[in-house]
């Protein structure tokens, strides 16, 4: 069986859709303090673009509040700068040294928007697994027509490769209800 290549790419390309899934997941802001909130926001500092959490050491000391030390004192204003133009929505505290940044209350309207928010980037995963079980059956077929498979072969390809899609979904709709529920609770 030399199908098995197609269905190994498709799984690995399924799989990276919802490890960044899980990824966009993790910045989405709830009631509750995260590193990972904050910790791949782009700064831009000696004269280059990295990540807040290649700069600063970034904790949550409190269940509403992250602490961001920069390592080099000077790169405390790019921090913050990195800080106020991302889509947080939250206002930094520049105090001395280290940037505290207070995790405010959501309220009941700003849950919906991030529910909102939650099930676009799902669909967004959703249309990555489709795209990625597309590509996987063309090559299926591919093999077929270029007679390096039997017909049989390729149907039995075509189903594990459905299978294998079903399972993502479901893990994607796990993931959603989860990160939905976080959301929700007060």
């Known amino acids: ?10 799984e690995e390309s399924m799989d990276k ?20 909130l904050v910790e791949n926001l782009d700064v831009q500092a000696y004269g280059t673009t990295m990540k807040l959490k290649q700069v ?33 929505g939250i206002s930094p505290v520049v105090d001395g040294k280290l ?9 009941e309207e700003r849950r919906r ?26 090559s299926v077929k591919k093999l077929q027509k270029a007679g390096d498979i039997s017909e049989d072969d390729q149907r039995v390809a075509e189903t594990e490769i459905q299978k294998l899609t079903d399972k993502y979904v479901v893990s994607v709709e796990t993931h ?6 976080e959301i929700m609770r007060v």
């Open 56 to 88: 600063a050491m970034i904790s949550a000391p409190e269940p509403r509040l992250v602490v961001i030390q920069p390592f080099d004192a000077s790169t405390i204003r790019d921090c913050e700068r990195a800080i106020h133009e991302s889509r947080l």
């Open 99 to 107: 940037i505290r940044l207070p995790i405010p209350e959501l309220s």
């Open 17 to 36: 859709a919802v490890e960044f899934l899980t990824h966009e997941f993790a910045a989405i802001r709830t009631g509750k303090a995260s590193t990972a």
């Open 1 to 10: 069986m030399s199908y098995e290549l197609p269905l190994f790419e498709a």
């Open 176 to 181: 959603v209800n989860a990160k939905e529920a």
């Open 113 to 138: 928007d991030l529910v909102k928010t939650v099930k676009k980037i799902a669909e967004e995963s959703r249309v990555r697994l489709r795209s990625c079980r597309r590509d996987a059956m063309e």
